[in-house]
């Protein structure tokens, strides 16, 4: 329990000098644990007032003429109760994958089947407002985990279709590069003024509140795709013009990857 945890800086100073800092983060570690846990706990505790919220407006609804004064309000009760149950889980499925350690990242991700998936769930969601481009390289899997890697990339490709006008088209791409496998998704949407870009991936952080209020998310979607690609030592690389739209990709680094 007195074990402290420090954080060491080795600058080299001048030729042949090095400079080395160490810092006690003992405290802020702490801290940082009990933050999560909190976070963590909350949102189990209202996971089920939610669940029987939902339940009761649900019966209320069915129990309502469609013209009765009651119709609307309850319509938005229910709407807004459903926003908070999504985003609950969020905040859960960000605790889990902020708190995981030692990924194991031995399977092999089968990508061709995984972005057939993607593309399932993109057209669901997209219906038939966009045109959706999907390219994959055949043969070309990687070492990874399967469920955190779709989650990143589900992520991305939803946040394109929210973030993008009806009538717009979305592109998402897997192929070899020099380094490894870029992963890709590219949009006609409303793009991100370049102050936003470096703090997109903090929880919560959301560029425009009222516009981004209608597109009913969280904040949270790209904070889970940080960790998630930081388990499979990649980053997210996101390139935008305001008002054209963004590419949002990562790339996994050749040592993971499987070719078939
Ligand atoms: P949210 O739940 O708000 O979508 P995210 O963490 O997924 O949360 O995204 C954070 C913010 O980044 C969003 O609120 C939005 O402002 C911006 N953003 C994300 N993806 C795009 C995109 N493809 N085009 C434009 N803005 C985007």
């Not at 570690?29 to 933050?35: A, D, I, K, P």
């Not at 999560?36 to 003429?65: C, R, W």
């Not at 593309?119 to 959706?132: F, N, Q, R, S, V």
Request: charged content about 20%; glycine content about 6%; some cysteine.
């Amino acid at each position: 329990s007195d074990k402290r945890l420090l954080e060491i800086r080795v600058m080299s100073y001048g030729d042949r000098q090095l400079l080395l800092i160490a810092r006690d983060v003992t405290r802020i570690h702490q801290l940082e644990g009990m933050r999560k846990d909190f976070v963590a706990n909350v949102s189990h505790e209202l996971k089920t007032p939610l669940t029987v919220l939902q339940g009761y407006l649900e019966i209320m609804q069915t129990m309502e003429d469609a013209d009765s004064p009651n119709h609307k309000p309850l319509s938005l009760m229910q709407q807004q109760t459903t926003r908070m149950q999504s985003m609950v889980e969020q905040l859960l499925a960000l605790s889990r994958i902020e708190d995981a350690v030692d990924i194991d990242l031995s399977q092999t991700v089968n990508m061709a089947l995984m972005i057939d998936i993607l593309k399932e769930e993109a057209k669901a969601l997209a219906g038939t407002d966009y045109t959706l481009v999907f390219n994959c390289e055949p043969g070309l899997n990687t070492h990874g985990n399967e469920l955190q890697l779709r989650s990143a990339c589900s992520n991305l490709i939803s946040n394109a279709i929210r973030y993008t006008t009806p009538g717009g088209t979305i592109s998402v791409n897997w192929q070899s590069v020099a380094t490894g496998a870029l992963f890709s998704v590219t949009d006609t949407g409303v793009g991100i003024a370049p102050q936003h870009i470096n703090r997109l991936t903090e929880r919560f952080y959301r560029v425009d509140n009222a516009r981004s209020s209608k597109t009913g998310g969280s904040g949270l979607g790209l904070a889970i795709v940080k960790h998630a690609l930081n388990h499979h030592h990649s980053e997210l690389k996101v390139t935008s013009e305001y008002g054209k739209g963004s590419i949002f990709s990562f790339i996994v680094p050749s040592h993971l990857l499987v070719r078939q």
